[in-house]
């Protein structure tokens, strides 16, 4: 099968019992890097020399159909350089070919960036989505963000140090100054900082510079309470700028969360009252 191995984000002390055991068992691993997992091996104390193959972003094309090939003959260990494979990192690919071929893949648990920042960042963790990295063009970033502008769900972002002052600046443009958000800099490491508070302020506290791995966790959207005459208003100048009836109804009732059903009764019966008698 593919064992997809999650491994320590910062601190080695996160290194659980059976990834330890998982590492000593192992016949072949496919790495991110194989020099970086050749040193994790080495910090755990794991006597086992298992074969390392390289496996990153531009071989898994390439690559994956062997690795699915050995795998069906004996277990090969998926790592990627820090947490769970294919979050943000090369797998992906093995994982699917690997479905497709009904090829057993399996996971161990284990730290998860997205999930530990998350959970420290103080803002609600019910709902959520992940977004991984933004696009480096200021453009593009901004283009992406105003499509996310109002999404009620807490967002995850990774992001580089050297784009993270750019980046909320771009989020406090798209989103609103004054949204909550937190900035999650070197989790489970010895300088671990956590720094909250509006979009604006940690802009402006990025623009001195900061270093190490980076996860931004924003705020959900406030919820748009509009009132179905406003509703309906909004569906009858997109039908007067062209859009179809039944379009602009489910895009309004979309948007504004109402019954998309009531909202295109009511604008017949408004296009009824118009119509000459």
């Given at each position: 099968?593919?064992?997809?191995?999650?491994?320590?984000?910062?601190?080695?002390?996160?290194?659980?019992?059976?990834?330890?055991?998982?590492?000593?068992?192992?016949?072949?691993?496919?790495?991110?890097?194989?020099?970086?997992?050749?040193?994790?091996?080495?910090?755990?104390?794991?006597?086992?020399?298992?074969?390392?193959?390289?496996?990153?972003?531009?071989?898994?094309?390439?690559?994956?159909?062997?690795?699915?090939?050995?795998?069906?003959?004996?277990?090969?260990?998926?790592?990627?350089?820090?947490?769970?494979?294919?979050?943000?990192?090369?797998?992906?690919?093995?994982?699917?070919?690997?479905?497709?071929?009904?090829?057993?893949?399996?996971?161990?648990?284990?730290?998860?960036?997205?999930?530990?920042?998350?959970?420290v960042a103080g803002l609600p963790t019910d709902r959520f989505a992940f977004e991984g990295f933004l696009?480096?063009?200021?453009?593009?970033?901004?283009?992406?963000?105003?499509?996310?502008?109002?999404?009620?769900?807490?967002?995850?972002?990774?992001?580089?140090?050297?784009?993270?002052?750019?980046?909320?600046?771009?989020?406090?443009?798209?989103?609103?100054?004054?949204?909550?958000?937190?900035?999650?800099?070197?989790?489970?490491?010895?300088?671990?900082?956590?720094?909250?508070?509006?979009?604006?302020?940690?802009?402006?506290?990025?623009?001195?510079?900061?270093?190490?791995?980076?996860?931004?966790?924003?705020?959900?959207?406030?919820?748009?309470?509009?009132?179905?005459?406003?509703?309906?208003?909004?569906?009858?100048?997109?039908?007067?700028?062209?859009?179809?009836?039944?379009?602009?109804?489910?895009?309004?009732?979309?948007?504004?969360?109402?019954?998309?059903?009531?909202?295109?009764?009511?604008?017949?019966?408004?296009?009824?009252?118009?119509?000459?008698?």
């Amino acid at each position: 099968m593919i064992l997809l191995a999650a491994t320590p984000i910062g601190n080695l002390g996160d290194a659980s019992l059976r990834l330890r055991e998982t590492f000593e068992a192992a016949t072949v691993i496919a790495a991110e890097d194989t020099r970086h997992t050749a040193q994790l091996l080495r910090l755990l104390g794991i006597e086992n020399r298992p074969e390392l193959l390289a496996l990153h972003d531009h071989n898994e094309h390439e690559k994956a159909a062997a690795l699915v090939e050995r795998a069906e003959a004996e277990d090969v260990v998926l790592v990627s350089d820090a947490g769970m494979p294919t979050v943000s990192d090369p797998g992906f690919r093995v994982v699917q070919l690997a479905a497709e071929r009904g090829v057993a893949v399996s996971a161990i648990p284990g730290p998860s960036a997205v999930i530990t920042a998350l959970a420290v960042a103080g803002l609600p963790t019910d709902r959520f989505a992940f977004e991984g990295f933004l696009p480096r063009k200021s453009g593009e970033r901004s283009r992406a963000l105003a499509a996310l502008a109002a999404e009620r769900r807490t967002l995850v972002f990774f992001e580089a140090p050297t784009r993270l002052a750019a980046s909320l600046a771009d989020l406090a443009a798209e989103f609103g100054a004054d949204r909550p958000a937190a900035v999650c800099r070197e989790l489970t490491k010895l300088h671990e900082e956590v720094r909250r508070g509006t979009l604006a302020e940690l802009a402006d506290w990025a623009a001195e510079g900061v270093r190490g791995e980076i996860v931004v966790v924003v705020g959900g959207a406030p919820e748009v309470v509009v009132s179905a005459d406003t509703a309906l208003a909004e569906v009858q100048q997109r039908v007067a700028e062209g859009e179809r009836l039944k379009d602009a109804t489910r895009s309004v009732a979309e948007a504004t969360g109402l019954s998309a059903r009531e909202l295109y009764a009511a604008a017949l019966d408004a296009r009824s009252a118009a119509a000459p008698s």
